[in-house]
């Protein structure tokens, strides 16, 4: 099956910094990626979908400022945590699917933990 | 705002046949019904996904009943290392994809 790869697979960084998640699709090309978050014990929780050239689009309740998300090529989407805080620690996975129709499935990252301390 | 309702958990033997029942009673005529697991601490992998049809691959079998309200996915011969959450989801064709709480299946030997 296709590749997506996270990087860095866990990250810890002092509260107030800023943290960059990779997401890119190795042996594919996706016009649309998405960002996930997962606490403890829950369920994966859409986070913004991103499209390639555009402004990503964001779920209710999360900050557009706070998360950037920056979609520049078909293999490759960035998530920035800007001003990282305790409650910001959290799973956060990355999906891309690859260009076409007909009930395409999308591929998931291994998911990148971060740890705010 | 998940549209599948699933059993939050099963168990089964080791060598059985795992059966995990998804519920999706307000399917529309272009959403696909697909299947992911994730094990602890790693993304979700792709398992299968139909429309109509029921579907086979070498992980699975995928059977939708003839109304689209529920389908099964089938594990041939469950081992310890399918343990894991089984998320079905469904969707339109070019649509994001959303969790629900989905099934913890624990294989036990």
């Known amino acids: 099956g296709a590749v997506v790869s996270q990087h860095p697979s866990w990250v810890i960084c002092k509260s107030g910094t800023s943290v960059k998640i990779e997401c890119r699709s190795l042996?594919?090309?996706?016009?649309?990626m998405f960002w996930y978050r997962q606490f403890p014990k829950q369920s994966l929780m859409l986070m913004a979908t991103?499209?390639?050239?555009?402004?990503?689009?964001?779920e209710q309740g999360v900050e557009k400022d706070k998360f950037l998300i920056n979609h520049a090529s078909l293999t490759l989407s960035t998530l920035t945590v800007t001003s990282a805080h305790p409650e910001d620690s959290s799973f956060y996975i990355c999906?891309?699917?690859?260009?076409?129709?007909?009930?395409?499935?999308?591929?998931f990252g291994q998911g990148t933990r971060l740890t705010v301390v | 705002d998940a549209k599948t309702t699933q059993p939050p958990s099963m168990d089964c033997a080791e060598g059985r046949a795992a059966n995990l029942p998804c519920n999706h009673s307000t399917i529309s005529g272009n959403e696909y019904v697909y299947w992911y697991r994730q094990i602890h601490s790693q993304g979700p992998q792709y398992i299968i996904h139909?429309?109509?049809n029921n579907e086979t691959n070498e992980m699975a079998s995928l059977i939708i009943t003839e109304d689209r309200k529920s389908s099964t996915l089938i594990l041939p011969h469950a081992t310890l290392r399918d343990t894991a959450v089984y998320y079905c989801?469904?969707?339109?064709?070019?649509?994001?994809?959303?969790f629900g709480a989905g099934t913890r299946l624990t294989v036990k030997p």
């Open positions: 989801i469904v969707r339109e064709d070019n649509n994001d994809m959303r």
């Open positions: 991103s499209n390639e050239g555009s402004k990503a689009t964001y």
């Open positions: 139909g429309l109509k």
């Open positions: 042996d594919f090309q996706a016009t649309t």
């Open positions: 999906s891309a699917r690859p260009l076409g129709g007909g009930g395409t499935e999308a591929f």
